[in-house]
């Protein structure tokens, strides 16, 4: 199982990340470890490189990259720039860079492409809108982020693309946030398995990664486990929380 901590634009400053990161890291030392567990924090691009050096259980990723390896684009980080920094894993087009950044799925395309040349595993975030899931159009919406994000990326590259599936009213800073019903995440699961069967073929299908997204919290982690379908979570505000983020760990290795 793959837990990745997105720690957004938080904490303020680099000795509360330090803190941050020490936590998680002595909590895995003393009851966390597993073989099947792997951990990767994505915190604010600037303290990258003053948390240490990866490990076998905790690796780093960065939430963003500019869709252009080199060039005159004034507050973006380059992916080149992010493999210098032994980063090993890239949150592509998060729902935040879409509704804020207007970031497109084309911009996506690029960052993948470009993730991929450099050897950085791109976590590629796909979900509909609340308004796109009332109105039955998760599967459309769903198909055309795939088609767009992974155009002309060879299959031999599509292997190495993680899926992170985050409906957008489940993520917690959206007003009236609530997690999604385990039992939905799977018919969602399988919908993304059978979109990517008929882009692809029956060993991406079942394959590839998709971890999910959206108010993952202690009480809730293990009833998406449950359904085996999941291969890991995508986590915001309680990866802000050493406790939170070890419990939801420990409450997974559990089942
Ligand atoms: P929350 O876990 O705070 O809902 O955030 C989800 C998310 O956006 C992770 O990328």
């Known amino acids: 199982m793959l837990y990745v901590a997105n720690w957004k634009m938080n904490p303020p400053s680099l000795n509360d990340a330090k803190r941050l990161l020490k936590n998680i890291r002595t909590g895995i030392n003393t009851g966390v470890k597993d073989k099947k567990t792997q951990i990767i924090i994505c915190p604010p691009a600037i303290f990258l490189t003053k948390l240490g050096r990866p490990s076998s259980l905790i690796k780093?990723?960065?939430?963003?990259?500019?869709?252009?390896?080199r060039g005159a684009f004034t507050g973006e980080i380059s992916v080149l720039m992010?493999?210098?920094a032994n980063v090993e894993y890239c949150l592509v087009n998060h729902s935040?860079?879409?509704l804020y950044f207007n970031e497109t799925t084309r911009d996506?395309?690029?960052?993948?492409?470009?993730?991929?040349?450099?050897?950085?595993?791109?976590?590629?975030?796909?979900?509909e809108s609340q308004k796109q899931f009332k109105k039955g159009k998760t599967k459309p919406a769903l198909e055309n982020q795939l088609k767009q994000g992974?155009?002309?990326i060879g299959i031999m590259n599509i292997k190495k693309v993680i899926l992170a599936y985050e409906p957008?009213?489940?993520?917690?800073s959206q007003k009236g946030a609530k997690a999604e019903n385990p039992d939905q995440i799977l018919g969602i699961n399988i919908l993304i398995r059978k979109i990517l069967f008929?882009?692809?073929?029956?060993?991406?299908?079942?394959?590839?990664?998709?971890l999910y997204g959206g108010s993952v919290a202690p009480k809730n982690a293990a009833l998406y486990v449950k359904n085996k379908s999941i291969d890991g979570f995508l986590i915001g505000s309680a990866s802000l929380n050493s406790f939170s983020f070890l419990n939801i760990i420990k409450n997974c290795q559990k089942n």
């Open 168 to 172: 957008l009213w489940a993520i917690s």
């Open 150 to 152: 992974l155009k002309d």
């Open 96 to 98: 935040e860079r879409k």
């Open 198 to 210: 008929g882009l692809y073929d029956q060993k991406i299908a079942r394959e590839t990664k998709i």
């Open 108 to 127: 996506a395309n690029q960052k993948i492409k470009l993730c991929l040349e450099k050897r950085i595993t791109p976590i590629f975030c796909i979900g």
């Open 60 to 69: 780093f990723g960065i939430q963003n990259i500019g869709s252009k390896e």
């Open 82 to 84: 992010a493999a210098d």
